[in-house]
């Protein structure tokens, strides 16, 4: 039987680069997010390259909802990995002495308690199962404090909490969580220098869900950084 990814908050870049090297590999992938044409889209950009894929319209911010169809996917179809990489609106960042309840809200619904709504459908089956990965994706204000994130960063930084207290929850099952950091901006193009090649990345989280050997990386411009007693 073949193996299945599930991505979460799928669209362009590092998701659709992760998609063409977990289909490269034998799975198919489940394209989860907001935007049906545009998952659509991502398909139908697979199955020409020859990967199988099928898309879930799905509001990340409806949690029960989410949760609901995680998992009913992963009981029709066992997940073997999932990705969580819904991002954020970078576009909205304010300074943090500008933070406020409104403008902080949606990156908590989107990042932490999304996140929560997929491992609540997740975790549990694959300890276990006795296998299955979750990473889950972040950028660089999860791990930095920065002033100009002031609305963006708590929301990753909860992210990175809850990603490694899952993996520690996990160790000794089988099963197996892990947070991906990806400090810069990824290329939509040919990389330029400082830019992150979303090949490479998508790369790197092949290996980490193959493999299961860490429980962070963080990838930079300058290469990756596994920190320590994330092995």
């Not at 889209?41 to 390259?49: C, F, H, K, S, T």
């Not at 790369?203 to 920190?227: F, H, K, S, Y």
Request: charged share 20%; hydrophobic share 45%.
């Amino acid at each position: 039987m073949g193996r299945e990814l599930l991505i979460v908050g799928a669209g362009p870049g590092l998701s659709l680069a992760s998609a063409r090297r977990f289909g490269a590999e034998g799975y198919r992938v489940h394209l989860l997010g907001r935007s049906q044409e545009r998952l659509e889209g991502l398909r139908d950009v697979l199955a020409a390259e020859g990967a199988e894929a099928e898309v879930h319209p799905a509001d990340i911010t409806d949690h029960a909802a989410l949760t609901a169809l995680v998992e009913d996917l992963d009981r029709e179809t066992p997940l073997d990995a999932c990705i969580f990489q819904p991002g954020g609106r970078s576009g909205d960042l304010v300074d943090v002495l500008d933070a406020t309840v409104a403008n902080v809200r949606h990156n908590l619904e989107l990042l932490v308690l999304g996140a929560v709504a997929v491992g609540a459908a997740l975790a549990g089956p694959m300890a276990r199962r006795g296998s299955g990965t979750l990473v889950f994706v972040g950028g660089g204000s999860a791990r930095l404090p920065l002033r100009d994130f002031g609305n963006l960063g708590m929301a990753m930084a909860g992210l990175r909490n809850y990603a490694l207290t899952l993996s520690a929850a996990l160790s000794g099952t089988g099963a197996h969580a892990a947070f991906y950091t990806v400090a810069g901006m990824i290329a939509t193009a040919t990389p330029e220098p400082g830019q992150l090649d979303p090949q490479e990345l998508a790369a790197r989280m092949w290996t980490l869900v193959d493999g299961q050997d860490a429980r962070e990386v963080l990838m930079t411009p300058q290469g990756e950084i596994v920190p320590k007693g994330a092995r």
